[in-house]
């Protein structure tokens, strides 16, 4: 028994290292072919969307991007300040109101505040900074203008 699990182990490692390795015996990296040979140096800060308005959703049901920072903003028991902004009652021009769908319950119920299970935001909804794609896409988005 204890035999079986020792070849099981081996060929479990050998089957990882052959991955890793390609024929040549270097490895597989989504850099392609580009070496390491130094400490990695801090990546350039980004601009957020601030002032361009809505981002484009790219399918149906996509929840709304987040077009500014959210460094800073806390979600917790104690309180969200999303809602400073975003909330019905909220004096924000421009700021994307919580969609009514919030306001509902497991059971269909409405609700007088938001659902606890749509009070955490940043489960659905993403900042987005204008930057290069760390790697190529052929997505093709599902809306149509």
Known sequence: MMVNC????????LMTVETALSADGSMHSL??????????????AKEWRDGEGKIQRNYIQQPPLIPHTV???SIDQDGN???MCHQWNADM????????SHFIDRQGRALATISPRR???NQCHVPQKKTR???GSR?????VD
């Open 133 to 135: 794609p760390l790697l």
């Open 6 to 13: 020792w070849r099981v182990c081996l060929v479990l490692v």
């Open 119 to 121: 009070y955490f935001c």
């Open 31 to 44: 850099r392609g072919a580009a070496v390491i040979d130094g400490p990695s140096v801090t990546p350039l």
């Open 71 to 73: 460094e800073g903003m």
């Open 93 to 100: 021009p421009g700021a994307t109101k919580v969609a009514v």
């Open 139 to 143: 997505f093709k988005t599902a809306i």
């Open 81 to 83: 300040t999303c809602l």
